[in-house]
């Protein structure tokens, strides 16, 4: 079973840690990551960009509106994810815990769907869902808000 550890950050706590701490942090991700990798339990990692760099959008009656952000009223923001096998649940939270992110965040754990499952469920053509690289071409909004049509 598949499940996406999201990891959130407070960046208000980390930037107290004292200096080398977020480093040795990161090695400790990396070795434990470089671990259950070899044992078929990571499977993707990544580290996202500040949340300052965020762009949100919105498609609402047909107008496309791209917004800053997201800003919402917290102080984790999410700063990766882990996409792990486990069991369960419950072997999915001990893998979680053994990330150094859960004792300055939050890592929360969610299952991940089979979307083979879903196409036939929904009566959608089997198609292919691996991850492949794209070249999108990304515009800025206008004055309003809205992105113009390519």
Partial sequence: MQFLLLVYLDATLLDTLPDGE??????????????MHQQGQLLQAQQL?????????????GAVRVSDGPFAETKEVLGGFNLIEAADM????????TFPWAATGC???????DMHAV???VGAPAGDLSVQRHNVSVTSPNASGNVDAA
Avoid: G
Avoid at 22 to 35: G, I, P, Y
Avoid at 49 to 61: F, G, K, N, W
Avoid at 90 to 97: C, F, H, K, P
């Fill in 22 to 35: 977020a480093d040795s942090m990161m090695r400790h991700c990396f070795a434990n990551a470089d671990v």
């Fill in 49 to 61: 960009e500040p949340a300052t760099t965020a762009r949100s959008v919105r498609v609402r009656s």
């Fill in 90 to 97: 419950d072997e999915a939270l001990r893998i979680a815990a």
């Fill in 107 to 113: 890592i929360e754990v969610r299952p991940v769907r």
């Fill in 119 to 121: 196409r036939r469920q």
